[in-house]
């Protein structure tokens, strides 16, 4: 009967530690994470948007080409890091969309979602201060959102948790 008991006492205290936070699953981190992140969709967003505008597009075909630019430049920003560490391109790319793919969709639903909603956002032209000032108001509350999803996420030892691991390895 003893015996049993201090196993159980044992096994409640695994439990208990596999709640913790992991060392690396800081607000910090993940608001760098989240930075990183934002970089490549920003990158991918003003240009598809400035393209999508420039040769007069309509809304639906601009914002697809911004969100594919987006995933694209996030996951090549991963990529390269994940490459310059020495991984072979196959194990980087499998990082890279480990690392990202729900980052890069929180970012990019939230910031399409406002520019959306905001009244003529959508219509306005690359000299208007109203085309500027929404995609980078909707990029920063994109960037507030995907903070705490991109914390819950290396807390569980997922996203750029994944790619710090490589970064560390080698």
Wanted: aromatic fraction near 8%.
């Amino acid at each position: 009967m003893v015996n049993e008991h201090s196993t159980h006492t044992e096994h409640t205290e695994h439990t208990e530690h596999t709640h913790a936070t992991p060392p690396g699953a800081t607000w910090s981190t993940a608001a760098q994470a989240t930075l990183h992140c934002l970089t490549g969709c920003a990158i991918g967003e003003v240009l598809g948007m400035v393209v999508g505008t420039a040769l007069g597009w309509g809304n639906v075909p601009t914002t697809v080409l911004a969100i594919v630019l987006a995933f694209f430049f996030g996951y090549s920003l991963t990529l390269r890091g994940v490459l310059k560490a020495g991984m072979g391109f196959r194990a980087a790319l499998r990082v890279a969309l480990a690392a990202d793919t729900l980052s890069i969709a929180v970012m990019e639903l939230i910031d399409n979602g406002v520019i959306a909603l905001w009244p003529d956002a959508m219509d306005a032209e690359l000299a208007d201060l109203l085309f500027w000032a929404s995609l980078a108001i909707s990029l920063a509350i994109a960037f507030v959102v995907t903070v705490p999803v991109n914390k819950w996420m290396i807390g569980r030892g997922k996203g750029h948790a994944v790619v710090h691991q490589h970064h560390h390895a080698h």
